[in-house]
């Protein structure tokens, strides 16, 4: 088993403050509030082909595997020291859902009891001291990231959903999948208006997601300030499609 | 370890607004079922915090390595929970969510275990990745909540497949037929509150 880290040994009211304690901050002066479009550049990241295959895997895969390791980006910024734990605790599988699709597994990184912690604590950093009054995290890999970050912050947290989960009453928000269109809903009471939110997710792709959460936020007043996602696949371009709004990931993805 | 009654004393004053915050809609997928809504629970940060601090309190010194959290309500207290005694976090999914292949042969990391259950209202299957326990993990299982203990069993199948050891079954909402015997297929079983009515 791990060692220590993460572990409370003294009461139980302190794990929130052990696992978002300050370490100096790490981040450039820019990248704190006011959050600009400029600041909202991600920090990362990081070159390793980080592709944690199943040694049974056949080598076939190899070159398809290569092309999606997560790329190196020149930055200005010191990186932070946590990332490369990161994203090389996040497996890259391929051909799923379909044929030529890399998926962005953070399944594995749920399995690093530091790296999780380590990503928690990245955006729990960047938001502690920006009066952010909900996390809204897109179902279903949201769900894991965002509540850790609200109870940290001090927000409450409001699952974004797929049809007919929410109980009672919803307003929903349909967006575009690559074929179709599917819908987002939110419980009408959970946002109030002048809430000051933060949408979660696991990764950015097409945008399309993020998109439809910031407008079911918006529509009952609420000021999204940013969005924020572990992995972006830069792409695809999701970042030109939150209608203004900054988005800051940790790594990013080819 | 585990005492024959496992849920909290009811002098825990938390919990009177636990299921205070829980909501109640009626017929709720279909006419006769009153659901208890815990995204109530999640908007008020302190009763949230209670929550969890409640769960962590029990489990952090018992060895835990593994918090395997059942989609999707599990994973709004599975990974809090994780985060804090020290231990891995293994999501329990819906079919077809995890990524890899479904095999019922050779077991390849990366690849994907399934189990079948019946739920309270219909049936459907839980998934694991390989390799996300294996032997010499004690594990626990989160959910919102508990009615017939199908879903928990699969749960609790699919870990000892993997190998692990599951230590008990904890939600946060326990139906009132499991006062009386704290347990699910052997394991046991803890609870915080049972339905509210309205």
């Known amino acids: ?37 400029s600041s909202s550049s991600s920090l990362i990241t990081l070159s390793t082909p980080s ?8 080598t076939a895969s190899a070159s398809a595997a290569d092309s999606s390791h997560l790329t190196e980006m020149a930055s200005n910024d010191a990186q932070d020291p946590r990332l490369p734990r990161i994203s090389s605790a996040i497996r890259v599988i391929p051909d799923f859902p379909k044929p030529g699709i890399m998926f962005q597994d953070i399944t594995t990184l749920l399995l690093d009891t530091k790296a999780f912690k380590d990503t928690i604590d990245l955006f729990v950093e960047r938001y502690r001291d920006q009066n952010i009054s909900v996390v809204a995290g897109v179902e279903a890999r949201g769900f894991i990231f965002g509540p850790p970050i609200a109870l940290a912050i001090g927000a409450k947290f409001v699952p974004m959903r797929k049809p007919n989960k929410l109980p009672g009453e919803v307003i929903s928000e349909e967006y ?33 997601t993020l998109c439809a959460a910031i407008k079911l936020l918006e529509r009952v007043g609420a000021q999204v300030v940013e969005c924020a996602c572990v992995i972006e696949l830069p792409e695809l371009k999701g970042r030109e499609k939150l209608t203004g709004k900054p988005l800051f990931v940790l790594v990013k993805g080819a | 370890m585990f005492s024959k009654h496992n849920a909290p004393k009811a002098e825990d004053p938390r919990l009177k607004a636990i299921t205070e915050a829980i909501r109640v809609v009626p017929h709720f997928p279909k006419q006769g079922i009153m659901f208890q809504d815990i995204t109530t629970l999640l908007l008020d940060h302190k009763v949230f915090k209670d929550t969890i601090d409640i769960f962590v309190d029990r489990y952090k010194d018992m060895g835990i390595s593994i918090v395997a959290g059942v989609e999707a309500r599990g994973f709004f207290f599975g990974p809090s929970i994780a985060l804090a005694i020290g231990s891995k976090f293994v999501p329990l999914r819906k079919p077809r969510k995890l990524p890899g292949r479904n095999i019922t042969g050779a077991w390849y990391l990366g690849e994907v275990i399934s189990e079948k259950y019946v739920l309270e209202y219909g049936s459907d299957c839980l998934e694991m990745h390989v390799g996300a326990v294996k032997p010499g993990d004690k594990a626990i299982v989160i959910d919102d909540l508990v009615a017939t203990g199908g879903t928990l069993s699969a749960a609790i199948s699919l870990l000892e497949r993997g190998g692990a050891e599951v230590v008990e079954c904890a939600c946060v909402i326990g139906l009132s037929h499991f006062k009386d015997d704290c347990s699910v297929n052997g394991k046991p079983l803890y609870f915080l509150v049972e339905p509210r009515l309205q």
């Not at chain 1, 592709?51 to 056949?58: A, E, N, T």
């Open chain 1, 1 to 37: 088993m791990q060692s220590s880290v993460g572990v409370c040994s003294s009461s139980s009211s302190n794990w929130l403050f052990r696992f978002s304690a300050a370490a100096a901050p790490l981040l450039p002066s820019s990248l704190t509030f006011p959050i600009s479009k």
């Open chain 1, 176 to 208: 575009s999948l690559e074929y179709g269109t599917d819908k987002m809903e939110m419980h009408v009471g959970a946002v109030q208006a002048g809430d000051r939110a933060l949408v979660i997710d696991d990764l950015i792709a097409t945008g399309g």
């Open chain 1, 51 to 58: 592709l944690i295959s199943s040694p049974l895997r056949s």
